[in-house]
Nanobody, 118 residues
Framework: VQLQASGGGLVQAGGSLRLSCAAS????????MGWFRQAPGKEREFVAA????????DYADSVKGRFTISRDNAKNTVYLQMNSLKSEDTAVYYC????????????WGQGTLVTVSS
């Protein structure tokens, strides 16, 4: 699976951004998708995941109630709506295909940088 993430940028604290990740190479509706992030000097961490049909979602405690993961199987795209952004959300965000668990992922996208200014 090939992944192309987009939508990152600079935003003020309290603002919103929506990330997108377009997938190709396999039938999109066959696998779960996830978002991870890596802040400067830190390890990559799980952010959110969604099942193949979108019926189930999972979130890191740090983003629950602020971030929403969704997918459009007709467009082969997964989204991450990020609201009420905080400076600690600053990171490179990666989408992941064939998500099975927080430690089992099939493919990674190239990452998109989100910078939240306080």
């Amino acid at each position: 699976v090939q992944l192309q993430a987009s939508g990152g940028g600079l935003v003020q604290a309290g603002g919103s951004l929506r990330l997108s990740c377009a997938a190709s190479g396999r039938t999109f509706s066959d696998y779960g998708m996830g978002w991870f992030r890596q802040a400067p000097g830190k390890e990559r961490e799980f952010v959110a995941a969604i099942s193949d049909n979108g019926a189930r979602t999972d979130y890191a405690d740090s983003v629950k109630g602020r971030f929403t993961i969704s997918r459009d199987n007709a467009k082969n795209t997964v989204y991450l709506q990020m609201n009420s952004l905080k400076s600690e959300d600053t990171a490179v965000y990666y989408c992941a295909a064939d998500y099975r668990s927080k430690t089992q992922v099939g493919s990674w996208g190239q990452g998109t940088l989100v910078t939240v200014s306080s």
